[in-house]
Structure formats: C-alpha cells, structure tokens
C-alpha cells in the first residue's frame, strides 16, 4: 500500500481498487454512532474548539496499516447533515435523548442517524393540532404505524429531509400529558369536575402488537365534555316537566275547545312520543357515564378494565342498536319540536297558557342541539364485531 498525491486529492491505491481519500471519509463518517459524533462536536458547541480546527480522523484502524486524514469540523458537519450543523450551534443546555432517531433522505439514499433530543421536534409534536394529533394516534392504535414508523417533521426547512420515529412522538405526548395530570392533581376538585370530559373507547390489540402504548393518550381520543351530557338530561327532563306541566293547565280548556276524543289521542301520541324519548335517553346517559372520564387522579387506564363484578356497568356498558337508536331519537325529537310550536301557536290564538308550550320548544330545542355532539361522539366509540353495538370502554 502506497500513496499518489495527485493535484486533485490523495488517493489510496489497492491490489483490487482506488478509493479517494473523499469517498474514503464520507464512508468514514456515515459508519459514525451517535456518541462519536457527540464527542466530536461537543468540544466546539462548547466554545472549546472553532470550526476551523483540523480533525486527524483514523479512517482505517485495523492490523498494521491505517490512514490518518485531517478535515475540519466545518467540513464534518457539512458531512454530517443540516440537523448537527444546528445541533452544534444550539445552546448546550440541550439534553440528549438516546431513545428517538432521525431518518434522513439524501441523494436518494436512506440514512439512520441516531440524534440527541431536540427542542425543535419536541416543539413540533407539541404545536401539532388536536385533529393532527388524534388523526396519528388512531393510526398507530389501528396497527397502521408501528415503533418501527416515523413521522415527517412537515416544518423542517433544512435541505434534507427529517423524521421522527413514533416511538419517539408517542414519548413526548405521553410526558406532555402526564405533566397536564399532574397541575389537574393540584387543582380543587370543583375546577377539575368542571373541566371533566368522556373519553371514547376503541380497540388497542393492534396497537399493543405493534408495541406502541396508546391507549392511556387522551390525544387518540374523541373528547366530549361532561356537561353535554349533564344539560342534555336536563333538557329531556324539562321536556317531559313542561309536557305534565302543559296537559295541567290547558288540557280541560282543550277538551272544551276541541272534541274530546281528539285531545285525548293527542295527549296519548305526545306521552307516548316523550315517554319513548325518555327511555332512549335514560340508556344512552348511563352509557355516557360508562365511558372512561378524566376527573380520575390517575388519569386514562393502561388496560382495559372492565367491571365485570357490576351489574349496573355491564347493564349500560353496551349501546345495542345504536345507529338506530340515534335516529329514533332524532326523528322523535324533530316530531316533538313541531308538535310543541303548533301547540304555542294554538294556545296563543286561543288564550291559553303559552309558557308550558314554550318551554317544550326551548328545552325541545336545545336537546336537539346537544344530541347532535353526542351523536357524533357515539361514532367514534369502539363498534363491536357486527358493527350494531358499541362499548363503553
């Protein structure tokens, strides 16, 4: 082994080829771990070292015959990518994290750099949106994002491209909210009924073969806050009050006014109508209820408990029927709302007691308002295999 020192740059001459002390280095350097590049930089993120400095890097260490190759840490890091260039200039109160990892697409070859934590991809997942958020989650709980996927940090504006492994994103939004759980522990208890909300429930097998924990995220969730449910019941109660309160006061007078056999049918389809309304409603408030929350101090559970020594729970735990039950419940509140303008009207044109009609159409109307959140929350809860029932948790 000998070497040439053409004009251009040193060669290295082999029995079988010739390899140019640049391809040589580049070579080098992408066979670098993680903790050797630190060691390198770290000296001049400290302020120790310049870019300037010249690097005598042992390239070939083996047996007798090695090369020593100087370079400059200004062409290391070139070498090295757009991330460590910001990397060594950052503050160096910056940790590390040894669990996450960076790909990067250069020259149409992929790369796996292992890379000390960053605020910018920590601030990243952080300002991602709620939707954004729940959109990944649910994908890692479907089983279509594994630990071994990553995640493209979108607002990277580097000339290479930079990924983050989801493992890594999962760790950051559970530590974002355990920190959350824990100011929620030091508040009082009312402020934290206050804000208590319904989680919804869903499949976590696949998630759990593809070794990502996601099941405790509130982030993967459809969020619904517990006073949907509260008002919503206080709603249909005041519909069926203002309905007793209405056949007290102007039930004689419209059997005076009308025939009595159509005030009495009247009053039979009304009761019927509300009375079923008020079924539905009882089954899917105690479903609500059934549903994971977050007043716990401990936050949303790792497994699935279900209560299975609960009568009650295992009673309301289940909506079967739902899609159709969420029609009826439309359809009869839609049908009640008219029936209750028309009979304001009525009573108006005929001076009788407007207020309990009145009523019925606020409380009527406000039900129907809230159902619709609450609908749509029933959606995004776990279905069962045939596709009719939904689970609580």
């Not at 590390?96 to 910018?120: Q, T, W």
């Not at 109508?273 to 209820?289: D, K, S, T």
């Amino acid at each position: 082994m000998h070497f040439d020192e053409p004009s251009s740059s040193p060669t290295l001459r082999c029995p079988a080829q010739i390899i140019t002390s640049k391809e040589l280095i580049k070579r080098y350097i992408g066979t670098l771990s993680k903790k050797e590049i630190i060691l390198l930089l770290q000296p001049v993120k400290d302020g120790l070292l310049t870019e300037d400095t010249v690097l005598h890097l042992n390239t070939v260490n083996f047996s007798v015959d090695h090369m020593i190759i100087p370079l400059t840490v200004s062409d290391l890091v070139e070498e090295l990518g757009a991330y460590w260039q910001r990397w060594m200039h950052s503050a160096t109160s910056v940790g590390m994290d040894p669990r996450g990892s960076v790909h990067y697409l250069h020259a149409n070859a992929f790369h796996n750099v292992e890379m000390p934590a960053s605020d910018y991809v920590t601030e990243f997942i952080h300002g991602l949106t709620k939707r954004q958020k729940r959109a990944v989650l649910s994908c890692a709980r479907d089983g279509l994002l594994t630990d071994e996927s990553f995640l493209n940090v979108s607002k990277f504006t580097g000339p290479d491209r930079m990924q983050v492994s989801m493992k890594k994103v999962v760790n950051i939004i559970s530590h974002q909210e355990k920190l959350k759980n824990l100011q929620l522990r030091q508040r009082n208890w009312f402020v934290r009924l206050l804000n208590t909300a319904h989680y919804s429930s869903g499949n976590y097998s696949a998630a759990q073969r593809a070794d990502l924990n996601v099941r405790s995220l509130c982030a993967g969730r459809q969020r619904m806050s517990l006073w949907y449910t509260v008002l919503f019941a206080v709603m249909i109660l005041g519909t069926f009050a203002s309905h007793v309160w209405s056949n007290i006061t102007n039930f004689l007078d419209m059997q005076a006014q009308l025939n009595t056999g159509v005030t009495g049918l009247i009053l039979a389809l009304s009761s019927a109508g509300i009375g079923a309304l008020m079924y539905l409603v009882f089954y899917m408030v105690g479903f609500l209820f059934c549903c994971e929350n977050s007043f716990s101090m401990n936050g949303l559970s790792d497994e699935d408990k279900a209560c299975e020594g609960n009568r009650v729970y295992r009673h309301f735990s289940e909506l079967y029927y739902y899609k159709y039950r969420i029609y009826a419940t439309k359809i009869l509140q839609f049908i009640l709302l008219w029936y209750t303008m028309l009979l304001s009207v009525y009573a108006h044109e005929k001076n009788l007691n407007i207020y309990p009609a009145l009523c019925c159409v606020l409380t009527n109307g406000f039900g129907l308002m809230l159902f619709s959140r609450i609908a749509n929350f029933f959606h995004a809860c776990r279905e069962s295999e045939d596709k009719k029932t939904i689970i609580a948790r």
